[in-house]
C-alpha cells in the first residue's frame, strides 16, 4: 500500500484565493483525520470523518474552511478565502476504529505546506 | 487545552545515550500512543500502550504509563543519529487524538 497520499505537497498563494487540499487514505481504513500542524499551536485536529460521515468538526477554525469525503478514497479540505494566518501544514491521517477495537494507531501522509501570501 | 505537554521541550544527546522524554495528559484516556516526526515529514506511530498496561517495550524503546499521575514517559536506549526527529505523545479516549506538543530530539554523532 502506498499509504496515505497528499496533494499538492506545496501550495503558495495569495490572500483571498480559495485552496483545495486532497487526501487520500489508506483502502480499508474507515476514519479518516485532517490536522493543522503550527509552531504556535501544535498539531490541531480540524475534522474527523468516519465511514465518510463527518464526525466532529469542533476544531474547524471558521466557516472559510470546509471538508468533504464522497467517498471512502477521497477528501478535500478547502478554505476560502484564504487568509495568511491559515499558514500551516495540513496533515491528512487515517486508521482503522470502532467503538470495540479502538486501539489503533493513525497513519498520516506527508502534509501539505500551505503558504498564504 | 486538553493538549498534552512533553517535556522537555528540546533535548540533545551523544550517540549511545539513553534519551527520556515525558508526557503529561489531563483527562481520563483509553490508551496512549507516541509518534515520531522527521522534520518535513508526517508522523509515524511508534508504540501504544493501553490505560491498563503499566509498561511495554518495543525494541529499544521502552514507554511507561501511570494513570494516576496522568503521565507516560518514552525511553529510547542506545540512541543513534537517525533518531534525531520530533516526539509526540497522543492520548485518546475515543476516536479523538489528543497530541502533545511534542520534545525535539537531537542526536549528536
Known amino acids: 500500500d502506498a499509504g496515505v497520499i497528499q496533494s499538492p505537497r506545496h501550495e503558495v498563494t495569495e490572500m483571498g484565493q480559495e485552496v483545495t487540499l486532497r487526501c487520500k487514505p489508506i483502502s480499508g481504513h474507515n476514519s479518516l483525520f485532517w490536522y493543522r500542524q503550527t509552531m504556535m499551536r501544535g498539531l490541531e485536529l480540524l475534522i474527523y470523518?468516519?465511514?465518510?460521515?463527518?464526525?466532529?468538526d469542533s476544531g474547524m477554525p471558521e466557516d472559510r474552511f470546509s471538508a468533504k469525503m464522497p467517498n471512502a478514497s477521497f477528501s478535500t479540505l478547502k478554505i476560502q478565502p484564504s487568509e495568511p494566518r491559515d499558514s500551516a501544514v495540513y496533515f491528512c491521517a487515517s486508521s482503522s476504529w470502532t467503538v470495540l477495537s479502538s486501539y489503533n494507531e493513525q497513519f498520516f501522509g506527508p502534509g501539505t505546506r500551505l503558504t498564504v501570501l | 487545552s486538553q493538549q498534552g505537554e512533553e517535556d522537555p521541550q528540546a533535548l540533545s544527546i551523544q550517540e549511545g545515550e539513553n534519551a527520556t522524554m515525558n508526557c503529561s495528559y489531563k483527562t481520563s484516556i483509553n490508551n496512549l500512543q507516541w509518534y515520531r516526526q522527521n522534520s518535513g515529514r508526517g508522523l509515524v506511530h511508534l508504540i501504544l500502550?493501553?490505560?491498563?498496561?503499566r509498561e511495554k517495550h518495543s525494541g529499544r524503546l521502552r514507554v511507561t504509563l501511570d494513570t494516576s499521575k496522568k503521565s507516560s514517559s518514552l525511553l529510547i536506549t542506545a540512541s543513534r543519529a537517525a533518531d534525531t526527529a520530533s516526539y509526540f505523545c497522543?492520548?485518546?479516549?475515543?476516536?479523538?487524538?489528543?497530541f502533545g506538543t511534542g520534545t525535539r530530539l537531537k542526536v549528536l554523532a
Open positions: 497522543a492520548t485518546s479516549l475515543t476516536y479523538k487524538y489528543i
Open positions: 500502550i493501553r490505560s491498563n498496561e
Open positions: 470523518f468516519n465511514n465518510n460521515v463527518p464526525i466532529d
